[in-house]
T-cell receptor, first 110, second 111 residues
Framework: GQQLNQSPQSMFIQEGEDVSMNCTSS?????WLWYKQDPGEGPVLLIA???AGELTSNGRLTAQFGITRKDSFLNISASIPSDVGIYFCAGQTDNYQLIWGAGTKLIIKP | DTAVSQTPKYLVTQMGNDKSIKCEQNLGHDTMYWYKQDSKKFLKIMFS???????INETVPNRFSPKSPDKAHLNLHINSLELGDSAVYFC??????????FGQGTRLTVV
């Protein structure tokens, strides 16, 4: 099935570093969503973006809905150990179906 | 007060068996979903269902069938389980046209 291009696939970072990940698509979406999945848990919604160009923050997290409606990025500032997990982007189509990225695994170097 | 709850959390069963996973949401949402997450963590939609329409991902074998006794429940029945069915299955729900809320997942292991 259709899937978004999410990168990077994984990131090894030091605590305190900033993190950036993005998703691109050949299709236009009406909504972009960013989820985080902790081990053994289901994905939890972090940020929802509804309008092209929209920039939204949630604490240390900031996400933007690309102006072309075909991409989105998520930034995490000053990473902490509890930020580890898998981050997924998802785009919502006109008929409300969600198309998912393959995930970005965030690992904090000891 | 769990929003989307699914049971069991773990399920180990033999090939050829028939099993069910239950899902309940207390959010009053119109639409419920079943997702499969494989070992590479890809999330694949299997079904989406509201009281009007069942949308099936055409890649899902017909051994898998959703059953909705009411708006708050969407159970997943799997017949003749195969080794390749081993995965984590997530139930989710959403209001019409809005973002999905996920359950904690059911880890299915077929031996």
């Amino acid at each position: 099935g259709q899937q978004l291009n999410q990168s990077p696939q994984s990131m090894f970072i030091q605590e305190g570093e900033d993190v950036s990940m993005n998703c691109t698509s050949s299709s236009i979406f009406n909504t972009w969503l960013w989820y985080k999945q902790d081990p053994g848990e289901g994905p939890v919604l972090l940020i929802a973006l509804y309008k092209a160009g929209e920039l939204t923050s949630n604490g240390r997290l900031t996400a933007q809905f690309g102006i072309t409606r075909k991409d989105s990025f998520l930034n995490i500032s000053a990473s902490i150990p509890s930020d580890v997990g898998i981050y997924f982007c998802a785009g919502q189509t006109d008929n409300y179906q969600l198309i998912w990225g393959a995930g970005t695994k965030l690992i904090i170097k000891p | 007060d769990t929003a989307v709850s699914q049971t069991p959390k773990y399920l180990v069963t033999q090939m050829g068996n028939d099993k069910s996973i239950k899902c309940e949401q207390n959010l009053g949402h119109d639409t419920m979903y079943w997702y499969k997450q494989d070992s590479k963590k890809f999330l694949k939609i299997m079904f989406s269902y509201n009281n009007k329409e069942l949308i099936i991902n055409e890649t899902v074998p017909n051994r898998f069938s959703p059953k909705s006794p009411d708006k708050a429940h969407l159970n997943l029945h799997i017949n003749s389980l195969e080794l390749g069915d081993s995965a984590v299955y997530f139930c989710a729900s959403s209001p019409a046209g809005a973002e999905a809320f996920f359950g904690q997942g059911t880890r299915l292991t077929v031996v």
